[in-house]
């Protein structure tokens, strides 16, 4: 729709269906797909990719350039998918020549005042309560739930249905189907309210348990735990997963509650 108190580059490529709120600023090289709304003083940015269905709230910026200064202005992207809010003043820069593009999935719920930085991929679903702020190159799998305040160093990796506690200090990896609390953060516990709303079953959350015990709570350390596992406990989904994740893990997995 066209609106005449924004601005729209000539050069953006924007859905008919598109609603466009006044003071909007739209520069080139942007692309918007159908069913999506742009809230007030919105600042979308070039490279921008807006999937379907999107809601973007007043005085959020899309695709501003990275925080970083090895970025040398390289042409770079920054992708939201279908379905997925984005509340007020949220800030969602670009990538950088290190991966080429910022992502947030489908269906997700990013909250007012929450910052993604360059380069970090969030998956499908996820939800970052307000005030979160992601480093560069983070990784957010599927399903998680990030409490607000929190704050994610680079690089991070948070897996699948992972709950964080809001004002976590996340500096080592969180494995999936976890509960991660305390500071320093620390494994809590299983998921498994969240896991049972996703329709696990009891037999897949008690499954996920046993993993964790092994990990958390039977003196190993991880690389034993990790062969015990594999050589004790049946292969399932949800078992490879849980493996494959620790045995990525650049910056090691979060400890134990002590």
């Known amino acids: 729709m066209k609106q005449p108190l924004a601005y729209i580059h000539p050069g953006a490529k924007i859905a008919p269906s598109v609603v466009i709120d006044p003071f909007v600023t ?80 489908d269906n997700c719920l990013i909250m007012a005042y929450s910052h993604v930085a360059h380069d970090s991929i969030v998956g499908n679903n996820v939800i970052i309560s307000n005030a ?48 991660a609390a305390r500071e320093p953060i620390s494994f809590t516990g299983v998921n498994s309210i969240g896991l049972r709303r996703r329709n696990f079953t009891n037999e897949q959350i008690r499954e996920i348990q046993e993993i964790y015990r092994y990990l958390y709570l039977s003196q190993l350390n991880v690389s034993d735990a990790v062969e015990r596992i594999e050589a004790e406990l049946p292969a399932t989904k949800e078992r490879d997963e849980i493996i494959l994740f620790i045995r990525n893990s650049k910056r090691g997995i979060i400890k134990g509650y002590v």
Request: glycine residues 14%.
């Open 26 to 105: 739209i520069e080139n090289n942007v692309e918007i797909g159908d069913g999506t709304r742009i809230g007030s003083n919105v600042t979308i940015m070039e490279g921008a990719r807006i999937g379907k269905n999107c809601t973007i709230f007043p005085g959020a910026v899309i695709s501003g350039i990275p925080q970083d200064l090895k970025f040398q202005g390289e042409e770079t992207l920054a992708i939201i998918g279908d379905n997925t809010t984005i509340r007020e003043c949220v800030t969602v820069n670009r990538g950088t020549a290190a991966k080429g593009k910022t992502i947030v999935g």
């Open 132 to 179: 979160t702020q992601i480093a560069g190159e983070v990784v957010i799998d599927d399903y998680a739930v990030i409490g607000g305040g929190a704050l994610i160093h680079q690089f991070s990796h948070i897996g699948s249905h992972v709950m964080i506690q809001g004002g976590a200090l996340v500096n080592k990896d969180i494995p999936p189907f976890v509960k």
